[in-house]
């Protein structure tokens, strides 16, 4: 099941919401994000993650259980950009309930 967020005449499903917020951090194109990057193959630091982690939370009005302390702890999985798609539908859906 894949869940659409609507957000006025310029609706954008979840997986391209993320990969726009991503390519901002990143200063790239969307069309420049591959589904299997990781946010160091597109230049995202560890600031950037957490620039990013903060827009997501905005643009889906949901709560990311990430540790910026510690990436690799988290709940959130950061590892590749299909795997951040992933777990913000999981979030939406979670929420949704």
């Known amino acids: 099941m894949r869940v659409q967020v609507t957000n006025g005449p310029n609706d954008m499903s979840i997986k391209d919401q993320v990969i726009s917020i ?41 709560t990311v259980p990430f540790n910026a302390n510690d990436p690799q702890a988290s709940e959130f999985d950061i590892s590749s950009v299909a ?10 859906a979670e929420q949704a309930k």
């Open 22 to 62: 991503i390519a901002d951090q990143a200063m790239l194109e969307p069309s420049d994000i591959a589904m299997d990057n990781t946010l160091e193959d597109v230049g995202i630091d560890s600031l950037g993650l957490v620039e990013s982690i903060f827009a997501i939370e905005e643009a889906f009005d949901i």
């Open 83 to 92: 795997a951040i798609i992933a777990a913000v539908e999981k979030l939406i």
